[in-house]
């Protein structure tokens, strides 16, 4: 079992999105978090270690981890999704797009 971390900046919208994909999922568990001091969930030390694979959704969210997380992201695989903050909780374009991308993984 492998343990999937999804990260957007308020863990409003995509990321929990994603995690909700993978719920009751028979090979992998996964969590999200966000980057921005208003998330939800934030992002720390202990949900980076707890990953084997750290999704991001923008490019930014990739580089705020390296600055904040350097020594634990380097030991992880790091994912950049590339989905633009344009979709609400269950959107099924999002859900449409997430799929597309993590196909390998559901």
Partial sequence: MSNL????????????????????????????AGTSDKA???VN?????WADVV??????????????FAAAVTRKQLIVLNIEDNYRFGDTELI?????ELGAYL
């Fill in 5 to 32: 971390l999804f990260i957007c900046s308020k863990n409003q919208w995509r990321s929990p999105t994603a995690e909700m994909l993978f719920k009751n999922h028979p090979i992998h568990q996964a969590r999200s």
């Fill in 40 to 42: 939800r969930i934030k």
């Fill in 96 to 100: 449409q797009l997430l799929t597309n």
């Fill in 55 to 68: 999704f991001v959704m923008e490019l930014k969210h990739k580089e705020l981890l390296k600055q904040r």
């Fill in 45 to 49: 030390q202990k949900l980076i270690e």
